[in-house]
């Protein structure tokens, strides 16, 4: 596959987060973790080490809870596709301040390389869409990641849902904290919560 | 989808309001559910709570993390589910101690007590084994005047000492579904 005109995640990433401000980051397990580790560690950033395809679904219970603040899902199209179903569940509660960012690079890295199903057949921003999340686009220039990134801020106007392609290069592991239970008290704190 | 019974709406059961009031009182916020006739009522009276946030879903294990997402944005919620959907919750179970989650579930068994269909017998007969092995304490209630106190003792423990727990709600509490032609 030609790598040509496929954009570098990191870079990807870290434009999208270049002005989160107050925005609460839920990073699928595996690359899309280091990607945003990689951005620089954040007390709003929601690191998974595992439950595979449940990125979505956290995002979207933060997201309700705290409608006021933008809040990002990055993950990989693995991880996505685990939990498809989750974009129908997005679809029905339609959470303005919900962005979802799949960094399709159409293979399991993390694994080897194995094709995903995106190499192939499956069109996630066809299946966003058809669940109801209208804001669903393929992003493939930097340009128009750029043009994406403020849109993040806007907690009125989601859901939106943007499949952006990416090399599969696998890039050097940066890796967050693998403890949950800091990683959410460290959330809490920065949103007021007090421990139990 | 189901109903368990002919009964009319007069002879709605009071348990399910027992459980509406205790979920109130501990302002649970968010909802998910994948739906079974035994919920039914419960879920109607969720669905017209301003306070409360129903969220259905395509299935039980997007709950678990819905509720993840939720603690770490400050609400409290409540899983509702049929025993067959636990099967579908185990990996993201974990959640529940990796987060150290307050996290409550309310089953509605099947399989059990005077069951037609011989499909829901397994998951049903190893629900509470897989709630145990995955960490969640389990309780149960089989008859309508226990129901209040068991699924008070199950939030208390769930959000005041962030201890997973699942209340098993008998299908003898719920009655067996009759399936006619």
Known sequence: ?196 | MHARTDAPPETAASWPEDIFAILQRFDVRQVPYVPDAGHSQLIERVLGASSMRAVPLTTEEEGVALLAGAWAGGQRGVLLMQSSGVGNCVNMLSLTQIFRLPFLTLVTMRGEWGEFNPWQVPMGSSTAAVFELSGIKVLRASHAEEVREVVEAAAGQAYNACTPTAVLLSQRLIGAKVFTK
């Open chain 1, 1 to 196: 596959m030609s790598q040509a005109n496929l954009l570098e995640r990191r870079s990807v990433v870290s434009r999208l987060l270049a002005e989160r401000n107050d925005a609460i980051v839920v990073g699928g397990l595996g690359a899309s973790t280091y990607d945003i580790a990689a951005a620089g560690d954040h007390d709003r950033n929601f690191y998974l080490w595992g439950a595979m395809g449940g990125a979505v679904m956290i995002g979207l219970g933060m997201a309700l809870a705290q409608p006021k603040l933008p809040v990002v899902v990055i993950t990989g199209d693995g991880e996505m596709l685990m939990g498809m179903g989750s974009l129908a569940t997005v679809g029905l509660q339609k959470p303005a301040n919900l962005t979802i960012v799949v960094l399709d690079n159409e293979v399991y890295g993390e694994t080897g390389g194995q094709a995903s199903h995106t190499a192939a057949t499956v069109d996630l921003v066809g299946v966003a869409r058809a669940c109801g999340i209208s804001d669903s686009r393929a992003i493939s220039t930097m340009a128009e990641v750029e043009t994406f990134a403020a849109s993040l801020q806007e907690v009125s106007s989601g859901p939106r849902f943007a499949s952006v392609k990416i090399d599969s290069a696998n890039l050097e592991r940066v890796l967050s904290s693998r403890d949950g239970q800091f990683t959410v008290t460290r959330i809490r704190g920065a949103l007021g919560f007090k421990p139990i």
